[in-house]
């Protein structure tokens, strides 16, 4: 067998980044900085965890279609109907929320650099996610691919450079008495903040759409080590930036008396500032469209995800569409009607910016385990061959994951 050259390696490499380009943005921008500022590094351990525990499920998605040359909703089909209809109702409970979080965050991060009104944020919000709509229509998946690998370098060179600055620094006095995390007070906030963390499970299924976009456009048919190593690249990566944020909200406002606005551009441009404290005024426009094209990729990439997931979930519901012809319409309607129902939400449903991402962030939660349970079926089925089915750690860890996340669930459910 020969060994994978470095010229395959890069020819794999994409999917993972573009998913880590998905990941990276609310969970880490707005809920680990908040974890931070709020509670100091207490709350490590949750970021640590769910990026345990939801490893597999993620994994699974690379994994899937390389094995199969299939993404998952054709592997949910393989299961029967019950799971694609159990997966296309939960894609449809949480995607007008997190399509609108997840604008909101970078219509708020637009509005704060551009000096624009808080109270305009609907406005900032929905003339972003029209662009998204126009890139992915005009757009292909090769341009997206490559604007990502940048973004993710850009970032995680200037989190790193942030955090090794506020290090260096004098950390703001304590002038008021430390808020520790409570169980009872504060289990909302810390399922908001595993919700995301890393991402939706939902964004594997987009991931295994993703790689196989990747083959298409690059005709090259990767390895099962390559794309996992492309995978993991990427996951790696959001740890250690997540990580980064949470520092950094630890080291200049927790217990200094200053905390997170709740309104987006407020927010942002405190987020924005806190970075050029710790390096330098000098910084600023490097650290502004870091997080700028930062939640401008979150964007795209979810605004590019949800029309080509629901295509074909909509073609295995109603037989009489499967049809080629109709793919580029179905494209286009959920499109557009993910842009629509989102912009409701903006004009008639926005209220402060910490509310919106905290309910598309407990949705997540709760249906984890689900979509979780779904992948491990797929990827353990008869029609993956042996060896590419994940070893027995894998399948220990997800059952594990399932337990734990349903736990956490659960607990919250009753404290409400």
Sequence with gaps: MKSTSKSNIFKALGPGLLWAGAAIGVSHLVQSTRAGADFGYELVWVILAANFFKYPFFEFAPRYAVATGENLIQGYARLGKWAVYLYGLLTLLTMFTLMAAVTAVTGSVLASVAGGQASDLALWSSGILIVSAIVVIIGKYNTIDRAIKLIIVLLTVSTIVAVAAAAGSEHPKVTEELQHFDWVLNVGFLLALAG?????????????????????????????????????????????????????GAMVMYGSGNTFSDKGAVFAGQVIDMFTKSIGPWAYWIIAIAALTTMLSTTITCTDAYPRVLEPTTKFIFPKLNKDKYTKSLQFFWLALTIFGTILIFFFFMGSMKTMVDIATTLSFLTAPVLGWLNLKVVTSKHVPPESRPGMF?????????????AFGIYYLTTL
């Design 196 to 248: 995301w963390m890393p991402t939706a499970i939902d964004v594997s299924v987009w991931h295994s759409v993703w790689t196989i976009e990747k083959k298409k456009a690059t005709g090259y048919t990767p390895k099962l080590k390559e794309v996992l190593l492309d995978f993991n690249v990427g996951y790696i990566g959001t740890i250690i930036i997540s990580l980064g944020f949470v520092a950094l």
């Design 394 to 406: 894998l399948i220990i860890l997800s059952y594990a994951g399932i337990l734990v996340l349903s």
